[in-house]
Every structure is written in structure tokens, then in C-alpha cells.
């Protein structure tokens, strides 16, 4: 057998640990704040970059299969955010320059901001309503955040992503939708 058959069950094992560690240590209230933000919402837009986009357009898709109106910054259908909607920014670091901007704008225009990310003093701080912290290392290293074998801020981006699976799960549950009457939503073009 060669180096990665031999490696390949215990990476897996300890990737899926670093999740579950991040995964539990997001604190449950903030959890609470995001759903009813965004159930409160009239229309839910995402920011991010990178592979953090991705894994908001994951959530944003999966949140439509719900039947909530969502869209990402940059789609080409993307209507005007209002004071009645919210913004989800997605951002380790809470850093990054496009996201911070279009919070900026986003904030100047009255949406209501929710900063998703591990670092609670970035600048994302004064624009937003709350915070969803993941405390995964990012690129500013902070004492306070779980370190991980994988690199750069892969833990966060599948963190981030499941997160929003998660609270799909919550939704799903809370409101008693029918699993199979979700398809309805689902793309059809296919």
C-alpha cells in the first residue's frame, strides 16, 4: 500500500474531529439570533470570498430550498437590499475588503448585519447586529482559536458550511416542513 491508502481513515478521522470541535463550540445563542434574523428577514443576502463564497452559496441555495428568498452579492438577478433584509457576512477574519465594503454599503443603506466568522474585533464589529463566531484559526492567529492540521482556513470554510446545514436541520424541525414537499424548490432544469 502507498503512503496515502495507509493515511487516508485516520485524516479523516481527525478532519472530522476539528469540525465537531469547532462545530460545538459556536455558542448556541448566537444560533438563535441568526435563525430569527433570517426567518425575519424579508430577503437573506451572503458576502464572502473565496472558498468562504462557496460555502455561503451552499447555504444561500439550501435556505431557497426552504423557501426563503436569498441571493449572493454579485448573482446577476440580485435586487436591491432594503432596510427589511439582512446581510450575512462570511469572514474569518472579519477583515477581508470586498466583504467589509459591501457590509459597509449594506449598513449605510439600514440592512441589518450578521458578521459570520472567528474573529470578534475585526471592524465587522460596528456594522454589525451580532456576531455567529466560529473560533477556527484564520490567518490573524488569535490565542483564542482552535488550531487545525489542515491548511490555511480550510476548517472554517467546512465549518461554515455545515453551520448552515445545520441550521436548515433547525429550521426543517421547527417549523415541521415535510421533507419530500421541499422539492419543490429544488432546481428543475436539471
Known amino acids: 500500500m502507498g ?21 460545538c463550540a459556536v455558542d448556541s445563542e448566537s444560533v438563535e439570533r441568526f435563525v430569527d434574523a ?24 439550501r435556505l431557497a430550498h426552504l423557501g426563503i428568498k436569498t441571493h449572493y452579492v454579485g448573482e446577476i438577478t440580485e435586487p436591491a437590499i432594503t432596510e ?15 466583504p467589509l465594503g459591501i457590509a459597509k454599503k449594506a449598513h449605510s443603506i439600514g440592512a441589518k448585519i450578521v458578521h459570520i466568522g472567528s474573529n470578534p474585533h475585526s471592524e465587522m464589529k460596528d456594522l454589525c447586529e451580532f456576531m455567529v463566531r466560529i473560533p477556527v484559526r484564520t490567518k490573524n492567529y488569535l490565542e483564542d482559536e482552535i488550531d487545525s492540521i489542515q491548511p490555511m482556513t480550510s476548517l472554517f470554510e467546512q465549518s461554515l458550511l455545515l453551520f448552515g446545514d445545520v441550521v436548515a436541520k433547525m429550521i426543517i424541525d421547527e417549523r415541521g416542513l415535510d421533507m419530500k414537499s421541499l422539492w419543490r424548490y429544488h432546481a428543475n432544469l436539471e
Not at 433570517?38 to 441555495?61: E, N
Not at 450575512?88 to 475588503?97: E, K, N, P, Q, R
Open 3 to 23: 503512503y496515502y491508502s495507509e493515511h487516508y481513515s485516520q485524516n479523516v478521522k481527525d478532519v472530522l474531529a476539528e469540525i465537531d470541535k469547532a462545530l
Open 38 to 61: 433570517v426567518l425575519k428577514a424579508d430577503q437573506v443576502y451572503f458576502v464572502g470570498v473565496g472558498r468562504v463564497l462557496l460555502s455561503l452559496q451552499a447555504i444561500c441555495k
Open 84 to 98: 427589511h433584509d439582512l446581510l450575512v457576512v462570511g469572514s474569518g477574519s472579519g477583515g477581508s475588503l470586498f
